[in-house]
């Protein structure tokens, strides 16, 4: 079942411009992952954040965490048009046999 | 990292057929997964795929309807049998190398099938 969601569902930037994405989550987690997802494609993983750390970064890309809020945010900054995509969130939960649960994902459309 | 290759991409498939889907990886994993993602939707886990044994499958998935084989570390297939327009999504394959927290799980590109 899914247990992440995502928020916004959908969002539309100027290119330049930062995009942010917010994820939460329920129950307790080893790790949280993003992916990106070009419309019919498969998924392209972008980062891992394990449970014990609150900030991460690669490139373009910030990822937070915060396990006491249980979520978790991604920052794409200088957005390109290339970065039209939809943005997944994936959750690793204690216990589980590396199972990923998603969240709903975020819609996000950079216009040139 | 690992590479992971599905046939067929896509396919239309004819209402009551069923089709194969095969998943290979380029090198060892221990831990291979079956997701589906209808139209619009997000993923949503089938079953984790057991080398020489059965798949686990989650709930509201059955080995009738979607049988999984793992004969090697690196190969598994997913089989949607009896097809339904219902059954029209995206099958991806993912595998995960060990299962300490950490890991990179990664994705193949997807097999698309629309049922007409």
């Known amino acids: 079942s899914q247990q992440g969601e995502e928020d916004p569902q959908a969002l539309s930037i100027q290119e330049g411009e930062n995009a942010t994405m917010n994820c939460s989550y329920k129950t307790s987690i080893n790790n949280l992952q993003w992916y990106r997802q070009n419309s019919g494609r498969g998924l392209v993983h972008l980062i891992l954040?394990?449970?014990?750390?609150r900030e991460k970064h690669s490139g373009r890309l910030r990822v937070t965490l915060d396990t006491s809020k249980k979520s978790s945010s991604l920052l794409i900054t200088a957005s390109r048009a290339a970065d039209t995509a939809s943005y997944f969130c994936?959750?690793?939960?204690?216990?589980?046999?590396?199972?990923?649960?998603f969240g709903s994902g975020t819609q996000l459309t950079v216009l040139p | 990292s690992a590479v992971i290759s599905q046939k067929p991409s896509r396919d239309i498939c004819q209402r009551g057929t069923s089709l194969t889907i095969q998943c290979q990886v380029d090198s060892q994993v221990t831990m291979m997964f079956w997701y589906r993602q209808q139209p619009g939707q997000s993923l949503t886990l089938i079953a984790t795929?057991?080398?020489?044994?059965?798949?686990?499958?989650e709930s509201g998935f059955v080995i009738d309807k979607f049988p999984i084989s793992r004969p090697n570390l690196t190969f598994s297939t997913l089989t949607v049998s009896n097809m339904s327009p219902e059954d029209s999504s995206i099958y991806l394959c993912?595998?995960?190398?060990?299962?300490?927290?950490?890991?990179?799980?990664?994705f193949g590109e997807g097999s698309w099938l629309t049922v007409v």
């Open positions: 954040i394990r449970s014990n750390e």
């Open positions: 993912s595998a995960a190398t060990g299962d300490v927290a950490g890991n990179t799980i990664y």
């Open positions: 994936a959750t690793d939960a204690k216990g589980s046999a590396r199972q990923l649960t």
């Open positions: 795929a057991n080398q020489g044994s059965e798949a686990t499958y």
